[in-house]
Each structure stands twice: as structure tokens, then as C-alpha cells.
């Protein structure tokens, strides 16, 4: 059964960082591709990166091109994105994703507030 496990989240201030961890058990985790997302408050869910099986590292929303990194270590069964520069924009749900032929599967979300 797959499990995702979001963990990292909190209060920061604007202009501090913070780094995301997922980890994933349940499936051959270096096989799979994964994404991270995030909902704020009234708003869709949005992709905010994706990291492929080898650790290369796309798709990044416009909003976090330049601040945001996604990677993943793969001896761990663990992705990760780590956030700096942060700004109240960024206050969100953040949710790791990955899917197979059949199924998408995520995580319970770990809450990320950028406040002073």
C-alpha cells in the first residue's frame, strides 16, 4: 500500500526558508517520478515542481522559479523541497504526489505560513 508522509512545515517569517520532506513507502520508490503541490486558502491546487526518478528536477511553478528546489534522495525513499525566500504567497498546504497506471496517491499535507 502506498503511503506518502509529508513532513517540515511551519511558521516563518517572510524572507526565511524551510525544507519539505516526503517520505514514500509502499512501492519501489526510485522507480516513480514525483511532484510536489500546494493549496492555499480558496484557491486550486497547483504543481510546484516535479522531480523525475533520477533526481532531475522541473516543471516549476512561475511564482517559485529561482527560490524553490525539488530533489529527492532515493537511498532514503525521501523527496524533498527546499524553500527559500519565502513570502506570505507561499502560505499554503503542501502535498507530495505520485501516481501509476492506475492510481495517483498522495500525502495528508504539511502546512507551510509565511507570516511576520
Known amino acids: 500500500q502506498v503511503h506518502l508522509v509529508e513532513s517540515g512545515g511551519g511558521l516563518v517569517q517572510p524572507g526565511g526558508s524551510l525544507r519539505l520532506s516526503c517520505v514514500g513507502t509502499?512501492?519501489?520508490?526510485?522507480?516513480?517520478?514525483m511532484r510536489w503541490y500546494r493549496q492555499a486558502p480558496g484557491k486550486d491546487r497547483e504543481l510546484v515542481c516535479s522531480?523525475?526518478?533520477?533526481?532531475?528536477?522541473?516543471n516549476y511553478a512561475e511564482s517559485v522559479k529561482g527560490r524553490f528546489t525539488g530533489s529527492r534522495d532515493n537511498t532514503k525513499n525521501t523527496l524533498y523541497l527546499q524553500m527559500n525566500s519565502l513570502e506570505p504567497e507561499d502560505t499554503a498546504v503542501y502535498y507530495c504526489?505520485?501516481?501509476?497506471?492506475?492510481?495517483?496517491?498522495w500525502g495528508q499535507g504539511t502546512q507551510v505560513t509565511v507570516s511576520s
Open positions: 504526489h505520485t501516481w501509476d497506471r492506475t492510481e495517483e496517491y
Open positions: 509502499g512501492f519501489v520508490f526510485n522507480r516513480y517520478g
Open positions: 522531480v523525475r526518478s533520477n533526481g532531475t528536477s522541473l
